[in-house]
């Protein structure tokens, strides 16, 4: 679920995009989500602007910024230096960030859509790696490449009932030590993933906005589950992933790859956590079936009752452990695929899961 990207992404070669979102308003700062998406051959963006799309541009930004703006935001118009150091800044998150200080107008294109320019001034050589350019650079973005500051920066300030303390104790007659986990804003998972090829190393998810489906605000929060992740050595890469409200309660496809500096916004899939409809559907089927597409196709997993299990985890210096369900890819629980989820429709973790790789949870470190 875990596997590093290593494809070539096509970072900051363009000045100007023109891709259109639903966002219905305008941020008052933006980031940008990734860089790999972004950018195509430079050709595509010297087309002329319509009078009406002029028109829009001009009413915020006035004419004669309107006219240094198409000067100097058709990529065959930026010095190579600063492309380059666009190149090498543009996967770190917190360069992303910086950026938000620089927009300058926000355009409707069409209901619920828009279009955002940002000014990058002169003296902001630090911003590039000290790269040092005369005239000041526009970047041109839809709103479906860039984010609020507001959004991005939004914290989960109330937690779910239930959720005020991470772990909850579940009776047993035989053991003192089973719990049930929820987390927290500021709680981190570490995971240990291991490759086929004997590459291991371990990705940690720190959580920045937890609200599951119990809790009031779920219904009005965008993106109700949200968190920073970190690949450790040897592959060291980092980024942050949003779930939709759908991608909590309806996705059957769990995201397995990541690339560095990725801010994913998954609006049909999910990661991490397994979605309510293939954490009850199983309930409903004569064979405890659901579908879910772990890999490249999507396969029928069974929810195998026979295996319950208890899979152990650190939390605070003791080991503890949390009650899973297993999901195998065969009826009879020999197939080679495995999904372990905590048994906690609140807090549907996936503990493990073992594919063309394993990746399990090692370590809880609740933010106190």
């Known amino acids: 679920m875990y596997r590093t990207s290593y494809a070539l992404t096509w970072l900051l ?172 804003p500021k709680d981190r998972l570490v995971y240990r993933v291991k490759m086929k090829n004997g590459m291991e190393y371990d990705f940690t998810v720190t959580f920045k906005n937890y609200l599951h489906t119990t809790h009031e605000m779920f219904d009005k929060t965008a993106y109700p589950v949200s968190f920073v992740w970190q690949m450790g050595a040897p592959v060291n890469f980092k980024g942050e992933v949003y779930l939709s409200k759908q991608s909590v309660t309806e996705a059957t496809t769990y995201s397995n790859y990541f690339a560095d500096g990725d801010i994913q916004f998954l609006e049909t899939q999910t990661t991490v956590l397994m979605s309510m409809k293939n954490f009850y559907e199983p309930n409903g089927a004569p064979d405890r079936s659901t579908q879910m597409k772990i890999g490249f196709a999507s396969e029928t997993f069974y929810r195998q009752f026979e295996n319950y299990e208890y899979l152990g985890v650190t939390y605070k210096n003791k080991k503890i452990y949390l009650p899973c369900y297993r999901y195998n890819n065969a009826p009879d629980g020999a197939g080679k695929s495995n999904v372990y989820v905590q048994n906690e429709s609140n807090a549907p973790l996936i503990i493990k899961m073992v594919a063309d790789f394993e990746i399990v949870l090692k370590e809880v470190v609740p933010h106190e």
Not at 45 to 71: N, V
Not at 83 to 104: N, Q, V
């Open 13 to 184: 070669v363009s000045a100007l995009f023109h891709v259109t979102v639903t966002r219905a308003q305008a941020p008052s700062g933006v980031i940008l989500k990734q860089c790999a998406d972004y950018f195509s051959p430079a050709s595509k963006y010297c087309a002329p602007l319509s009078d009406e799309q002029a028109a829009q541009i001009i009413s915020q930004i006035g004419k004669q910024e309107y006219e240094l703006y198409r000067q100097r935001s058709c990529p065959a118009r930026w010095p190579a230096p600063v492309t380059a150091a666009f190149e090498k800044s543009c996967p770190d998150p917190e360069f992303r960030k910086k950026l938000s200080a620089y927009m300058i107008a926000n355009i409707p294109t069409s209901p619920g859509n828009s279009t955002v320019i940002l000014k990058l001034p002169p003296q902001e050589n630090n911003l590039l790696n000290g790269i040092t350019w005369k005239e000041y650079l526009y970047m041109t973005l839809s709103g479906n490449e860039v984010v609020s500051k507001e959004e991005y920066e939004k914290a989960n300030a109330t937690l779910p009932p239930g959720f005020e303390n991470s772990l909850e104790k579940v009776p047993d007659e035989e053991e003192d030590n089973i719990y049930l986990y929820r987390p927290k």
